[in-house]
């Protein structure tokens, strides 16, 4: 049984704080929301860490937008509509994209330094691009420098209050609409915060796998509390993998952008030999999906634990001057990239299910809107294309933001707790070693729910994660490590019964058991919702 709320409260014995809106998460897409809000409006931006830890501050390629000459948008669409496997909503893909230039415009107003060449934007291409439309920042580290302009840019309006290091627990619900959310600060007794509005932008969930690009921050919390309310979530299946996260004893699994391909390098295996052009003609350069199963398939072949990118035929001046993050993570460990291979394998990147948006960020339970990774708004289908993640952050951030600001600006200026129906306290928690949990977890997920899936290893990982599932979410946390495994599980049940579900293969989610698409049966969304008893999703 899933619980309604992870903690026991009630609401006559707690604080409670009222806003207009109520912001959960800091990424870009976050930042983008609180930037609609009216002057007059508050607004509340709760993170659970820092208030710049988050997937968008580790985005290292870049954003997709056109802005090159030779370059347009029908391409730019064609391109997301390939790479997303027959699944993408097509008005979706084609109204992100033509927003995109004019929300990359409002950072640079804000502050953003982008690369330049010459006087105008240096343009990158990624993987599964026609164009040169990737802009960048200081290289290789495009996350960090927007997120620096957005981060003071939110700071300097006097409307907003953050909140750091404040976990959100649950979402408060009542009479069928969000109201609010139930808030942890710096792991103290649960606040209440009611807002006429709620916006959800929590990011992803890196973390249920051992081999991830995300932070740790990445537990998939927004998808395990938006899944107790009752809110719809669609295409869990969907995760994709980078094909290249530097693979070394002892490091962190740190992303090698796409944009390194873009520029030339090769993947060669361990003996050397450039295996790429063998699977998929645009070689490097295919869209991630293709290129991850590509790695699988030959590091299997070859019985090597990895495969590796090499940059020796390249320019050496160009490729320091171009990747110098990559270069001094890489040095960390005696690699110098401009001539050294580089030890990659594949690692869980981005979420592309979630919670199900429509065009203006509205989620199935009124009163909540969601945009950035924790949603699935259409755009990606079955695959995302590179670099159109933070894109798809700034268009549905503000999307959402401002839909939200509309909405509460019509509803009564009234500071009213409603009579939640309280979580009473059931039993005295046991003491649990969560760090052999998670890894257990991670384990089970990477083996099972990775890149290549079947369905014995699929029930397999159900029945495992069910295990876990009896002991771990009856009981009642004190602390952060606690909420954050019983999201974990949740996310993770989620994303192992949509891809048992989901029989065919189409952009990130391949079966060997059935290696082809099925379009005729399978070019849908599957949806998760909690049963009425408070079940597993089925």
């Given amino acids: 049984m899933t619980p309604r709320y992870l903690v026991p409260f009630h609401p006559k014995q707690v604080p409670h704080h009222f806003v207009d809106l109520l912001i959960i998460g ?36 870049g954003i997709a937008g056109v802005l090159g000459p030779g370059d347009d948008f029908e391409s730019h669409v064609s391109d997301t509509l390939i790479a997303g496997g ?29 690369d330049q060449t010459k006087g105008r934007l240096a343009l990158g291409r990624e993987g599964g691009h026609s164009h040169q439309r990737i802009v960048h ?10 997120m620096r302009a957005m981060i003071a840019h939110t700071r300097q309006r006097p409307n907003n209050l953050i909140w750091e290091q404040a976990f959100t627990l649950d979402l408060l619900t009542h009479d069928g609409r969000c109201r609010g959310a139930l808030i942890s600060r710096d792991g103290g007794p649960p606040t209440l915060v009611w807002a006429k ?71 060669i295996d361990v003996n050397g030999h450039r295996f790429m052009p063998a699977y998929d003609q645009r070689a490097e350069l295919a869209p991630r999906d293709v290129v991850s199963q590509s790695i699988i398939q030959h590091m299997a072949e070859t019985t090597h634990n990895c495969v590796y990118l090499d940059l020796s035929h390249l320019d050496r001046g160009e490729v320091l001057n171009r990747f110098p993050g990559i270069a001094a993570t890489c040095a960390k460990f005696g690699l110098d990239i401009a001539q050294d291979r580089i030890p990659v394998r594949p690692g869980a990147h981005y979420m592309v299910g979630g919670v199900t948006v429509d065009r203006a960020g509205r989620t199935s339970l009124p009163g909540l809107w969601a945009a950035g990774e924790v949603t699935s708004s259409g755009l990606h289908g079955a695959n995302r294309l590179a670099s159109n993640s933070l894109l798809e952050g700034l268009v549905y ?17 009234t500071m009213t707790a409603l009579p939640i129906e309280c979580s009473p306290i059931k039993h005295k928690s046991q003491s649990l070693d969560f760090a052999d949990i998670r890894a257990s977890l991670k384990s089970v ?13 699929l029930r397999e990982a159900i029945t495992t994660i069910d295990s876990f599932f009896a002991y771990v979410m009856p009981q009642q946390f004190q602390d952060e490590t606690g909420w954050e495994t019983q999201n974990m599980l949740l996310t993770s049940r989620m994303m192992a019964t949509a891809a048992l579900a989901r029989e065919e293969s189409r952009g990130v989610h391949f079966r060997t058991d059935f290696p082809s698409s099925n379009d005729e049966t399978w070019r849908r969304h599957l949806a998760i919702q909690i049963d009425k008893c408070g079940g597993h999703p089925q």
């Fill in 197 to 267: 509005q709620t916006i959800l932008c929590t990011g992803g969930a890196g973390q249920v796998f051992r081999e991830s690009t995300n932070p740790l921050v990445a537990t998939g919390d927004g998808f395990g509390l938006a899944y107790r309310a009752g809110v719809e979530l669609r295409d869990m299946e969907f995760i994709q993998f980078h094909p290249t996260v530097l693979y070394i004893a002892g490091s962190s699994r740190s992303l090698i952008t796409e944009a390194i391909r873009g520029e030339g390098a090769h993947l």
């Fill in 137 to 146: 920042a200081h290289g290789d580290a495009t996350g960090r420098e927007v």
């Fill in 397 to 413: 951030g503000a999307f959402a933001g401002q839909g939200a600001a509309r909405e509460a600006a019509e509803m009564p200026d």
């Fill in 26 to 61: 800091s990424g870009l897409a976050g930042l983008r929301a609180a930037h609609a809000a009216h002057p007059h409006q508050t607004v509340l931006l709760v993170t659970k860490d820092q208030l710049r830890e988050s997937n968008s501050n580790y985005a290292q390629g």
């Fill in 445 to 457: 997920m990477g083996r099972l729910v990775g890149v290549q899936r079947n369905a014995a290893g």
């Fill in 86 to 114: 027959n699944l993408c909503d097509s008005e979706v893909v084609e109204m992100v994209i033509r927003e995109g230039p004019r929300r990359i415009e409002e950072l640079i107003e804000w502050g953003t330094k982008f």
